[in-house]
């Protein structure tokens, strides 16, 4: 079932958002253990997928050129801005309701930590192509997670972020899943390893980003999931 790994996740940011908004605030340094703790893993996850490519140069040739078509994009900066526009129209629309902090400002920040992310795109794909919900399932943990933290200081309006994570991350899953009307099946099995193993590469980076070892922009990365389908197919077929 290609939507079970966002049906869970949807599940897991109202569970905690509701959790969340009856418990006190959450010091600095628990949120932090926490948060270290599910980089740690996400990090594992990520290595995990990594090492299922069965060629090194498509890894190395899609993170090169999707890098470079990324930052020629800017897919970072207009995500940002897309974010930062959101959040100006629903805290317009907060002030004028009264509810800014307890509905329109816990809803903005999580709809962006929950869906502006590989980490939402990766497992959609990955919910789609093959049925594996693992990176789902992991996500799914981090938000729930988050969103005790953020219904503990933002209030209860974190519970409807799970509106746009549901419909946002099942249109990919969905749309990835038709891939096999397109495809034969071993060329399927080729472009799901790679892309898996590139789509490990960029967890990694969601999870150095996570431990605030640096600032890795994955998000600018992302381009490199479709160079590595389309150099798959490419190697195949010549």
């Not at 959450?26 to 253990?33: F, K, Y």
């Not at 799970?162 to 034969?184: D, K, N, T």
Request: glycine share 12%; with cysteine; hydrophobic share 55%.
């Amino acid at each position: 079932m290609a939507l079970w790994g966002t049906i869970i996740n949807a599940i897991a940011i109202i569970a905690g958002g509701l959790i969340g908004s009856l418990l006190p605030r959450i010091s600095d340094g628990m949120r932090n253990t926490v948060m270290q703790g599910l980089g740690l893993v996400i990090a594992v996850l990520g290595m995990s997928m990594a090492l299922k490519s069965s060629n090194l140069l498509i890894i190395i040739i899609s993170l090169v050129l999707g890098g470079i078509i990324g930052e020629l994009l800017g897919v970072e900066s207009k995500l940002q801005r897309v974010g930062q526009w959101l959040e100006k129209v629903l805290q317009r629309g907060g002030k004028s309701g009264n509810i800014k902090g307890s509905i329109a400002e816990g809803f903005v920040t999580a709809t962006l930590v929950y869906c502006i992310g590989a980490m939402a795109i990766l497992g959609a794909i990955d919910s789609g192509l093959r049925n594996n919900h693992d990176i789902l399932y992991t996500k799914s943990m981090l938000d729930g997670i988050s969103s005790i933290i953020f219904a503990s200081t933002l209030g209860i309006g974190v519970i409807f972020s799970s509106i746009p994570v549901f419909i946002y991350q099942g249109m990919i899953a969905l749309s990835a899943s038709l891939l096999f009307l397109f495809v034969s099946s071993t060329e399927l099995n080729a472009i799901i390893a790679e892309v898996t193993a590139v789509g490990g590469v960029l967890i990694i980076g969601i999870g150095v980003n996570i431990l605030g070892i640096t600032k890795i922009n994955v998000a600018n990365l992302l381009p490199s999931i479709l160079i590595a389908a389309i150099s798959v197919l490419l190697t195949i077929h010549f």
